[in-house]
Each structure stands twice: as structure tokens, then as C-alpha cells.
């Protein structure tokens, strides 16, 4: 890592850009953008295939997701649905089975609540509906 310095980011997106930005490459770390423009929602998916990858990254192997929504802020109900959809469209796709092992999925809202410019990770973690069956 830089010149004997250890980044320290909870965020796997960030680790793959201080990554990116050393020039060394990821093996065993796949990277796909999503791009919705209209709606200016942006996606990240960041798939750690191998223990290698996961060495590189500082991460378990597994696939994280980061939505990027800058408007998110403006009161637009109808915006704030487009990224529910959004998130429940990626959540979703990590759910779908490959025959009969079960898949699960760890959804974490970073944030302080008591501070309210930081508190949006864990009001949306704390207004999902966790059940053992997916809901459509």
C-alpha cells in the first residue's frame, strides 16, 4: 500500500479505488457500473471471486453493492421510489437461488442515527421488511 500506509475503509468501493489508484491490478475481483442517467442513479458492483482478491481488497470474498443517488436529499417521492426499486431490484438478484442452496444476504445502513446528516443508512436499514421469504 502507498509508501508503507494502510488505507483504512469499511467501504469496498473505496478500497478498489486505492487500489486502482497504486496501478496494481485485482485478480479475482470482478467490477461492474451500472449507469441510469434519467433517474441519476449510479451502481457499483463489486464481486470478490477469490481469496486472493479478498488479500487485496481487505475484504471477504462476497459481492457489494453501492447505489450512488445524489438527489436523494430533494423531496421527489416519486425519485425516492426509482431508488427503492432500485435497491430492491439488487437485493433481488443476490437472493435468487442456484438449485437448492439457499443464498442470504447481510444489508448494513452505515451511519450515526442520532446525527442527522449521517443517519440515511440506518433509517433505510430499520424501514425494511426482513422475513425469511422473499417478497415480490
Do not use: F
Request: proline share 4%; with cysteine; glycine share 8%.
Amino acid at each position: 500500500m502507498m509508501s508503507g500506509l494502510q488505507i483504512r475503509t469499511d467501504l469496498v468501493l473505496e478500497a478498489k479505488e486505492n487500489c486502482e489508484a497504486e496501478h496494481e491490478p485485482i485478480r479475482g475481483v470482478k467490477v461492474e457500473e451500472q449507469e441510469n442517467r434519467e433517474a441519476e442513479i449510479y451502481t457499483t458492483i463489486v464481486t470478490i471471486e477469490t481469496e486472493n482478491g479478498a488479500r487485496a481488497m481487505g475484504k471477504p470474498v462476497g459481492t457489494y453493492i453501492t447505489l450512488e443517488a445524489p438527489n436523494m436529499s430533494s423531496p421527489d417521492e416519486d425519485y425516492h421510489a426509482e431508488i427503492a426499486e432500485a435497491l430492491a431490484g439488487h437485493i433481488r438478484a443476490l437472493m435468487r437461488t442456484e438449485g437448492d442452496k439457499r443464498k442470504s444476504v447481510l444489508v448494513v445502513g452505515l451511519g450515526n442515527r442520532e446525527v442527522t446528516p449521517d443517519a440515511l443508512g440506518p433509517e433505510v436499514v430499520g424501514n425494511l421488511r426482513i422475513t425469511r421469504h422473499m417478497i415480490r
